[in-house]
């Protein structure tokens, strides 16, 4: 599975400059002719719509008007124009904006035809109005899932059994879409290899950069861990010596360019937000270990037992049982 990282375009540090990275996302809203030059970035560009900001600050976009940025842009995946339903809509609201999102996908397509004009279907509550918007976009090539986030991976405050929806939703789509899949926002190492198993094609995460600038860094396998020496009002949690030692370790193991001693490295985690972005987008990009919380060990083993059978989450229960022992 292909992770994009998603960036704002004036940004420092910029991966790319220091491994591989094949593709990056950034916003049409802030984006325009020069974002490849002002990045830096020479592979795939990916550029999403800007829809849930438009519609967060009370403003309007038309289709028409996003295919002239997107064209002055010269992206290689343009998101299409989506209008999110919340989890809150009831059915009418909901199958609204799955329409006007369906419309703007073909107005963009018919202005762009040259283009890759990435559709967007949004999890909902109701799967019957999922399952039947989907259905809606056999002809396309790719899609996208978006607003899976809240119902996947908030910690706190989820609704009750909305990461078992949202799984449902996703192997629905895996099992009905013969295209290209890609999942918004969830480039998560929690759940990067969950999704790998349900046949996920993609997925992107930006949250490299916000991490790093709250002190924090990823570990494979998922959770977060602050790592510098101010106060900690966000996410409590302080790393441990032990998890310091697994991070370098798989850094080490994966050929991660930037590392010296580990006394060091410890020392740059903890005195440079630019060290602390780069390694978390090395982990995101590259990690594929399976989940180390609880509450994401249970999907992965749902993901295991409908892509491979019972026996499959059978042999990974005793593994996971042996390693705790």
């Known amino acids: 599975m292909k992770i994009i990282l998603g960036t704002p375009v004036r940004t420092e540090p910029k991966p790319w400059l220091y491994f591989e990275v094949e593709s990056i996302m950034v916003n049409a809203m802030e984006a325009d002719e020069r974002a490849r030059a002002i990045t830096g970035f020479e592979g795939e560009l990916w550029v999403d719509s800007g829809g849930y900001q438009v519609l967060k600050r009370g403003l309007e976009v038309s289709p028409y008007a996003?295919?002239?940025?997107?064209?002055?842009?010269?992206?290689?995946?343009?998101?299409?124009?989506?209008?999110?339903?919340?989890?809150?809509?009831?059915?009418?609201?909901?199958?609204?904006?799955?329409?006007?999102?369906?419309?703007?996908?073909?107005?963009?397509?018919?202005?762009?035809?040259?283009?890759?004009?990435?559709?967007?279907?949004?999890?909902?509550?109701?799967?019957?109005?999922?399952?039947?918007?989907?259905?809606?976009?056999?002809?396309?090539?790719?899609?996208?899932?978006?607003?899976?986030?809240?119902?996947?991976?908030?910690?706190?405050?989820?609704?009750?059994?909305?990461?078992?929806?949202?799984?449902?939703?996703?192997?629905?789509?895996?099992?009905?879409?013969?295209?290209?899949?890609?999942?918004?926002?969830?480039?998560s190492p929690s759940?990067?290899?969950?999704?790998?198993?349900?046949?996920?094609?993609?997925?992107?995460?930006?949250?490299?950069?916000?991490?790093?600038?709250?002190?924090?860094?990823?570990?494979?396998?998922?959770?977060?861990?602050?790592?510098?020496?101010?106060?900690?009002?966000?996410?409590?949690?302080?790393?441990?010596?032990?998890?310091?030692?697994?991070?370098?370790?798989?850094?080490?193991?994966?050929g991660f360019p930037l590392l010296d001693g580990y006394d060091d490295f410890k020392s740059r985690l903890r005195a440079s937000f630019e060290y602390r972005a780069l390694v978390n987008a090395w982990v995101i990009l590259r990690s594929r270990s399976p989940p180390r919380s609880a509450v994401f060990k249970k999907l992965y083993l749902w993901a295991l037992e409908w892509a491979h059978g019972p026996k499959a989450r059978e042999e990974a229960e005793q593994s996971q049982a042996q390693r705790k022992g």
């Not at 799967?127 to 899932?145: G, P």
């Open 66 to 187: 996003l295919a002239e940025r997107y064209r002055r842009i010269g992206c290689d995946v343009c998101l299409s124009l989506d209008v999110p339903p919340a989890p809150s809509d009831d059915p009418a609201t909901a199958q609204r904006k799955f329409e006007t999102s369906y419309r703007n996908w073909r107005i963009l397509r018919s202005e762009l035809p040259e283009a890759r004009i990435m559709p967007v279907i949004h999890v909902y509550p109701d799967e019957r109005l999922f399952a039947r918007w989907l259905s809606a976009y056999e002809d396309a090539e790719e899609l996208a899932i978006g607003g899976a986030v809240p119902y996947v991976l908030i910690a706190r405050g989820a609704p009750s059994n909305s990461r078992e929806l949202a799984m449902r939703l996703f192997a629905m789509a895996r099992e009905r879409f013969g295209g290209r899949l890609h999942l918004l926002g969830m480039g």
């Open 191 to 254: 759940v990067s290899a969950t999704l790998e198993i349900l046949g996920i094609d993609s997925a992107d995460s930006a949250t490299w950069r916000l991490k790093a600038a709250y002190g924090k860094v990823v570990l494979p396998g998922g959770g977060e861990r602050h790592v510098t020496s101010r106060d900690v009002n966000f996410g409590r949690r302080k790393a441990r010596e032990e998890e310091l030692e697994e991070l370098y370790a798989y850094l080490r193991s994966s």
